[in-house]
Each structure stands twice: as C-alpha cells, then as structure tokens.
C-alpha cells in the first residue's frame, strides 16, 4: 500500500498541495482526478521522491521513500522523456541496463501488443505511438506499483483504447495502480478508487462501485456535485 | 469452445455497479440462448478482457453469479452456466417481470384504462412481429 499521509507541498508562498491524505492499495486502480493545476503531477512527483515535501509522510508499504523505491514504484510520466534521436531498440537496451527489474520478455510482448517498430526514432513517433512506448516503459519494470500521469491526455481513440485494455488485462493485474486523469468519461468503468483533488485537497475518495450501488451515481455525478468552476 | 462473442462487451452505463450489469448481461444471454445451460464460462481474466472491465470487477460478478447460482464450479474444472432448471426458469421470469414493471411504470403516467393497453399490446406485438419476418425474409 502506498500511504500519502497529510502531504503538504509549498513553492513559495503558494500551497499547492494542503493536508493530503489517501491510499493505493495494491491489486487496485486508483484514479486521481482533478481539473488542471489541481496538484496531481505534483503528487506524483511527490510519491516519487522527485520533489520534496514540506510537511506529512509518504510510506510505500510501511517505509518512507528511500532510493529503493525505483524497485517498487515505475513512473510514467506525462510525455516521454528519452532523447529524440535515440531509436525504440535503444531505449528498451537503455532500460534493460539501467534497471535490475526490467522484465525482457514483457517489453517484447508489449511491443507487438502496440505495433511499435524497434528502429523508429523517438523524434518520428507519432503522439499516440510516443505515449505507448512510454506506457511501454513503465510497464515492463517488475513493480508492484504503477503511477501514469494522463496516460489518455492528447491521443487518437483508436490508442486510447488500446492502452485502456492494459487495465483490463494481466500486465497490471496484482499491482497497485495510481493514474491521473482529467477526462474521467471513457475510464469510469475500469477504476477502483476516485480521489478527487481540487485546489491541492482531496475533497472526496471513494470506490466507484460502491457509489454506484448505495448512491446510484457515476464518478461524473460525484465531481458535478463537488466542483464549483 | 465458448465463443468469443458470446461474451462480447455490453454498453456499460455509469449510474449501475459494472458487476451487476456484467450479471445482467449473462442472465440476459441465458434468457435468449445465445448462453447455454452447461456451457463453460471464461476465466475471470478472459472476461476482463472480453468485457473490456476490471479484473476485479469481473472476480466480483463471478462472486455474485455463483451466489445466485448462476454459474457453478466444480473442483479445479472452469466454471459452467448453471443446468438447474429451476434457476434457468427463475432467470427469464426475472428479466420478463423487470421489462413489464419498467412498461407499466411509463404507460401508467399517461392513464390507460388496462382493457386498452392490453389490445393495444396485441396488435401492436403482431404488427411488430410480421415486420421483423418481413425484415429478415
């Protein structure tokens, strides 16, 4: 389980996270869903010890973030962040030696799952190949928890469907995910856990199924009531 | 061999829990017979996938189906669409009852004398039905 436990993150003057609090269980999506500048990235930073905290604790089972976490915890950030002239082949050979975790066959599996050709440059991907190599490189470390940052944001439907059937499937299944989104509609139905953030403070968390049974509403009905734009 | 598209993705709406409409959709499969009775069920994974959900969802349908009795599984075997006669006839008395109380709850609003709505049923049933042969033919 990953515990965020009253994170408060400061630049300057301006509070951009207050007090936050919630939990990623393993085996479980977890959705953090918040309009833009709400504070996700900057808790997905957080949770990755990119960027300290001023105040409260993040334990990833139990132990606060320490330079072991890399095994545990894969990132995804949101645009890719290998160097333009460097080919697929070379990133995956990149990530194979950078990381004791990398799991070889899952990467060549992902490969074809996506239809990405091993010599193409980063610089000629296209947005949607560009955002499935770098699920791809997330996905293939050996973690027990995953953080993507608007993996959907920006990309045809045909790709976003493809990368929402990695949810679906057993490439995520048993590990914690923890997502970002701020267009909840297509995934609704595919995530656990909504932590709505607004203004850097979780204003609600809930599991979406039980919403749905004991309130009969849809993630969308719980963020018109909370959010006053 | 199940066949894929029998287990092919319904329209999830957002307001119902995905694993009761998952359930739902297999009841509505046995009603109509493209599910039948004894015919193996996919894996919890195979499902997720199939269905496009959450493999947790797709366990807690599982769940919920072989509480109802829907499904049944023996041992380390896949699991199977119930034989139970009983429960199978249970089934489409349920989703006839539902489609008649969603019916009566809109005509209701309008105030037909029942005498009415029954004749108005008939025919419009059998002029329904010869256009649907006169589709098909």
């Known amino acids: 389980m990953i515990e965020i436990d009253r994170v408060t993150k400061k630049f300057g003057r301006k509070t951009v996270l207050?007090?936050?609090t919630f939990t990623v269980e393993k085996g479980r999506i977890t959705c953090l869903i918040g309009l833009n500048g709400a504070g996700k990235s900057?808790?997905?930073?957080?949770?990755?010890?990119l960027m300290p905290v001023s105040r409260g604790q993040i334990r990833i089972d139990g132990q606060p973030v320490s330079e072991h976490l890399y095994e545990k915890v894969a990132f995804v950030p949101d645009t890719l962040t290998m160097p333009p002239f460097m080919t697929v082949e070379?990133?995956?050979r990149f990530m194979r030696d950078f990381y004791d975790n990398w799991n070889e066959e899952r990467a060549a599996y992902l490969l074809s799952f996506f239809k990405l050709q091993p010599a193409d440059r980063i610089s000629s991907l296209s947005k949607g190949n560009a955002a499935k190599l770098n699920l791809?490189?997330?996905l293939a470390l050996d973690t027990d928890y995953l953080l993507m940052d608007e993996p959907f944001s920006g990309i045809d439907m045909f790709s976003r469907e493809q990368i929402a059937s990695v949810f679906t499937s057993e490439l995520i299944e048993d590990r914690g995910v923890l997502l970002t989104t701020h267009e909840i509609d297509e995934i609704e139905h595919l995530i656990d856990k909504a932590v709505l953030l607004d203004q850097g403070r979780v204003i609600r968390e809930f599991w979406c199924e039980e919403i749905r049974e004991k309130e009969g509403k849809s993630v969308m009905d719980v963020m018109r009531e909370v959010y006053h734009p | 061999m199940t066949e894929r598209d029998d287990f092919a993705a319904p329209a999830f709406n957002h307001r119902d829990p995905v694993y009761l409409q998952v359930v739902r959709h297999f009841k509505i499969g046995i009603a109509t017979g493209r599910l039948s009775a004894g015919q193996t069920v996919p894996s919890r994974r195979e499902l997720a996938a199939m269905m496009?959900?959450?493999p947790n969802t797709?366990?807690?349908a599982y769940r919920e189906m072989e509480d109802q009795?829907?499904?049944v599984t023996e041992g380390n075997a896949p699991s199977r669409i119930t034989t139970?006669?009983?429960?199978?006839g249970a089934i489409r008395e349920e989703l006839i009852t539902e489609a008649i109380d969603n019916f009566i709850d809109s005509v209701r609003q309008i105030g037909v004398p029942i005498n009415e709505l029954l004749e108005k049923i008939r025919s419009r049933y059998e002029s329904k039905t010869a256009e649907d042969k006169g589709a098909s033919s």
Request: charged share 25%.
């Open chain 2, 52 to 54: 496009k959900i959450n």
């Open chain 1, 136 to 138: 791809l490189l997330g």
């Open chain 1, 90 to 92: 070379n990133c995956l």
């Open chain 2, 58 to 60: 797709a366990q807690r």
């Open chain 1, 42 to 49: 900057t808790l997905l930073k957080a949770i990755m010890g």
């Open chain 2, 84 to 88: 139970d006669e009983k429960v199978l």
């Open chain 2, 69 to 71: 009795g829907l499904i």
């Open chain 1, 18 to 20: 207050k007090d936050v």
